[in-house]
């Protein structure tokens, strides 16, 4: 089973930048997809980016230009890189995995999580 840690989450002000990390567990999936998902208070999960075992990236459209996500393999840590933070941004934001393709932005995708890291943005 994999395990996901999350860190680098905090306070920022708005414009400010923050670098996420999620460490993973040694995984044996060939295929897989892991991203970013953030939910505020009384809103639903949503989707941030995902990316896959090709590299391939996806990004809500809220933060297309803002973010970046990213891989170590070597290091098996995946990374959320948040620049232009907006008040709006503010939010938990976890890290999620699972094996195979076709991954996209829909939570229910994904059957590992981690703890989750509080991103606060203030105007």
């Known amino acids: 089973q994999v395990q996901l840690v999350e860190s680098g989450g905090g306070s920022v002000q708005s414009g400010g930048s923050l670098r996420l990390s999620c460490a993973a567990s040694e995984y044996t999936w060939r295929n897989y997809c892991m991203g970013w998902f953030r939910q505020a208070p009384g809103k639903e999960r949503e989707g941030v980016a995902t990316i896959d075992s090709d590299g391939s990236t996806d990004y809500a459209d809220s933060v297309k230009g803002r973010f970046t996500i990213s891989i170590d393999n070597a290091k098996n840590t995946l990374y959320l890189q948040m620049n232009s933070l907006k008040p709006e941004d503010t939010a938990m934001y976890y890290c999620?995995?699972?094996?195979?393709?076709?991954?996209?932005?829909?939570?229910?995708?994904?059957?590992?999580w981690g703890q989750g890291t509080q991103v606060t943005v203030s105007s």
């Open positions: 999620a995995a699972d094996w195979g393709d076709l991954c996209g932005l829909g939570h229910w995708r994904y059957n590992y």
